[in-house]
């Protein structure tokens, strides 16, 4: 079993659409979370740490319920540029980064 | 601020031969992550070094290897290259190891084609 699966999609949404992303972790030893985005071959960038109260930012809402081991994306009012693959992040205890496979995200007009 | 830079950006080697990849921190963090990444799969986690020391090894052959120098910047060395290991490579450093909210920043990664 994967340290962080995620389901890998691709979720096609039209513009203005709302999506969530769900991604679960096996290792309940893992202390903090974020959410990664990567464009087609480019490096992964930092979208949000996820915080275990919950976080906003903007459109974007991070969610973590430590009891299920579960880590939720959402997305509002979604635009063509939020188009790429969203990674979820889990730090384990030695502070090693484990990521899982990632969902693609297409938004169209 | 200067991010994480890698280099070369692209490099081609015949399989057997010897690949060095080089990757520079932002300034500050001591901590040194590489991960390879395969044509359509995940971040797999090679190596992490953190003040000069390999702190964690992912599961990789021991023909990957490196080290990180005072200065922190880094070489992964991938020796007898095999075809499958055509890949982007990706460095990413961060503030500091261990706990905490910090997530890593990634250079732009060195592309590996074996041939």
């Known amino acids: 079993r994967k340290e962080v699966e995620q389901d890998p999609g691709p979720f096609n949404v039209p513009e203005g659409a709302t999506v969530a992303f769900n991604c679960t972790y096996s290792n309940s030893a893992s202390q903090s979370f974020f959410w990664y985005r990567q464009d087609c071959r480019k490096e992964p960038k930092l979208l949000m740490s996820?915080?275990?109260s919950g976080n906003e930012d903007g459109r974007f809402t991070a969610q973590l319920n430590r009891a299920s081991q579960y880590i939720s994306l959402l997305i509002r009012d979604s635009k063509l540029s939020d188009s790429a693959t969203y990674l979820c992040v889990a730090r384990n205890q030695g502070g090693k980064l484990i990521f899982g496979q990632g969902t693609e995200l297409s938004v169209k007009p | 601020e200067a991010g994480v830079t890698q280099s070369p950006t692209h490099l081609i080697k015949t399989r057997g031969q010897q690949a060095t990849l080089r990757c520079s921190p932002i300034?500050?963090?001591?901590?040194v992550y590489w991960y390879q990444q395969a044509l359509g799969l995940g971040l797999q986690f090679l190596l992490w070094y953190d003040e000069g020391e390999e702190r964690n090894r992912g599961n990789f052959p021991p023909r990957f290897s490196g080290r990180q120098f005072p200065n922190y910047s880094s070489e992964l060395n991938v020796n007898a290259l095999e075809l499958e290991d055509s890949a982007l490579y990706l460095c990413a450093s961060s503030l500091m190891a261990g706990l905490g909210y910090y997530g890593y920043t990634f250079g732009s990664g060195t592309r590996l084609t074996v041939v």
């Open positions: 996820v915080y275990s």
């Open positions: 300034s500050g963090h001591t901590s």
